[in-house]
């Protein structure tokens, strides 16, 4: 837990994003973000898809929160619900249903000094890889992990991949990514904006 003593907000009307004032960044190595809602200006990359079909998905949600459903029958379920709208879907679609969207203000200047200072930086995300892996390159992260589709040669659509970030365990993916760099625990900080985003902060951590 991280006293807001410690903390600043770079923008006085934006409590999403922060710079570690001080004291708190001695000894810190690498930060885990969450993406939707923490460097996206978005709520989810998953509805942002919805949205862009005219579809809801909110009784298998309910079901995925009470963990009855994988991500995997999850996921499977909502590309059934877009391919009844719209049976052949390539991936320009997928790409056309993140127009617009834009970094959370104040984001490329966390992460630029994050780095400055020498701290690695990585997106943790159970959204929509072609939206998290755009965001990972526009703020130049150092690691970032998604899920997603499978598509063919041509862009269409196949399916889903198999889930890389889960959504109720995403300190899975951040342990990986802290032996890979063999960065300890304590060392690391992870941010997120969720319920489920607690499960990024892995055991001797901090998360804000």
Partial sequence: KVSVQYIQPIAAQN???FVYAGQIMKGVKAVAFDCDGVLAANDSSWQNIHD???????????????????EEEFV????????????????????????????????????????NRGILVAIVSSGVDLLIGSIANMLKVNDWAANGFEWDEEGWLI?????????????ITVGKFARINSIDPSNIVSVGD????????????RFI
């Fill in 52 to 70: 862009y079909f005219g579809t809801e998905n909110k009784e298998m949600l309910a079901k995925f929160i009470r963990k009855e459903v994988t």
């Fill in 76 to 115: 499977l379920d909502d590309i059934r619900l877009w391919r009844e709208v719209q049976p052949n879907i390539h991936r320009d679609d997928m790409m056309r249903c993140y127009s617009g969207i834009k970094l959370m203000p104040g984001a490329r200047e966390v992460v630029e000094e994050l780095q």
């Fill in 159 to 171: 399916g889903s991949k198999p889930t890389i970030v889960q959504s109720h365990d995403k300190g």
């Fill in 194 to 205: 969720s319920g489920p985003d607690l499960s990024i902060r892995i055991t001797g951590s």
């Fill in 15 to 17: 409590l999403n994003t």
